[in-house]
């Protein structure tokens, strides 16, 4: 249990360094195109750059970086490894180098006889200065490129898939051999068990071997990605809403291809009603189609996101408030909002398969014909 505790505090004080180091490490020179914004008061500074670091936690990246140091001289050190950047220019074809060439959005990249800029994590199309021209509302109106970069999600994915790959590998090699689970399936074994006779059974029914594969991979995957999201280096995947969507929209696939003709007849013919009521069912039924899904996404990027910006907003509050108080107070609440993001980790991975499970299941209910009176 100590060693437990030390270890979480250790990923505390790594978030709360990395958040020092990048905090002194805000760029103080004005945006691409932009011209230099005037003087603004010390505590509306550490605002925005409390604010730019929060943001720049919760995006993709094109790099790893672990943290940003200072140097004397006032240049940046990034402490990480750059990540294959891949695009396609309608102009100019694809175009594959590493992100070190962007020099984290300070240098425009020549390629193919056009210029590109890093702004924002997003690619540009610019001019050989790497000029930036914004709209009214502050946002790029600059072309942009078909990204197709190996970016820091990405990165975990390909991580969590091979990690995945080799740990029920292996559990399946050593079953061979005897059902006694060793090693690795002495933890994952009750999970598997659990997703089965919890999840699988109660929701699905009998046709719930079909559903196995998916709802173990989606566990897995979820809740690997969830616990990746907790280290201090960024890794934000289920807080990302293309990843969310992915995941909902195979759940939806699954569920259409797979439905029975009682679950069609349920949502275009309601048996049992009048036919004026069957109208108006059907266009509600529809609907719910594409709600289901839709809650399934938005529930895990909003669960996930939301523990993210919490945890980094109190590390902020203490730089901001830069007392006694505050560097007591925020860190001990942090340390037990930390705990609880543990806990949300597991629970979102659960209401996501449960969930899951519970449309797979209405997609197999068959029509049970009521008695005669």
Not at 12 to 19: D, E, I, N, V
Not at 111 to 128: C, N, P, Q, V
Not at 219 to 246: D, H, Q, S, W, Y
Request: net charge negative.
């Amino acid at each position: 249990m100590l060693k437990r505790v030390v270890l979480l505090i250790g990923f505390l004080s790594t978030f709360a360094t990395s958040f020092a180091q990048h905090e002194t490490a805000a760029a103080t020179a004005p945006a691409h195109g932009t011209e230099a914004a005037a003087p603004v008061s010390e505590d509306e500074k550490i605002k925005t750059e409390n604010k730019n670091f929060i943001d720049h936690h919760l995006l993709d990246g094109h790099s790893f970086d672990i943290m940003v140091a200072k140097n004397d001289d006032g240049t940046e050190t990034h402490i990480g490894f750059p990540l294959p950047v891949i695009f396609y220019d309608s102009a100019n074809g694809f175009h594959a180098f590493m992100s070190s060439e962007f020099h984290h959005g300070e240098k425009a990249v020549e390629s193919k006889g056009g210029h590109y800029t890093l702004f924002h994590e997003k690619i540009y199309k610019t001019d050989a200065n790497g000029t930036i021209n914004m709209d009214e509302n502050h946002h790029a109106t600059n072309e942009k490129v078909l990204d197709l970069s190996i970016t820091k999600s990405v990165l975990m994915i390909i991580i969590t898939g091979l990690l995945m790959l080799w740990i029920f590998g292996s559990m399946a090699r050593s079953y061979k051999n005897s059902l006694v689970p060793t090693g690795a399936g002495k933890i994952f074994e009750p999970l598997v068990l659990f997703v089965r006779d919890e999840i699988a059974k109660p929701n699905i029914g009998p046709k719930y071997k079909k559903y196995m594969s998916y709802l173990l991979t989606v566990f897995f995957f979820i809740l690997f990605l969830n616990v990746f999201g907790l280290m201090p280096f960024g890794i934000n995947v289920t807080g990302n809403l293309a990843i969310t969507f992915a995941l909902a929209l195979i759940t939806f696939f699954i569920t259409q291809f797979t439905a029975n003709k009682n679950y069609w007849q349920h949502i275009f013919w309601m048996p049992g009603l009048p036919w004026p009521m069957k109208i108006v069912m059907m266009p509600i039924e529809i609907v719910g189609l594409f709600i289901k899904p839709f809650s399934l996404l938005i529930r895990l990027f909003a669960n996930m996101s939301a523990g993210h910006i919490i945890i980094m907003s109190l590390i902020a509050l203490i730089y901001y408030f830069q007392n006694v108080i505050a560097g007591v107070a925020f860190p001990f609440l942090t340390f037990v909002l930390y705990l609880l993001e543990v806990l949300v980790a597991f629970l979102q991975a659960y209401i996501f398969t449960m969930l899951s499970a519970v449309y797979f299941g209405m997609a197999n209910e068959e029509h049970h014909h009521e008695e005669a009176h």
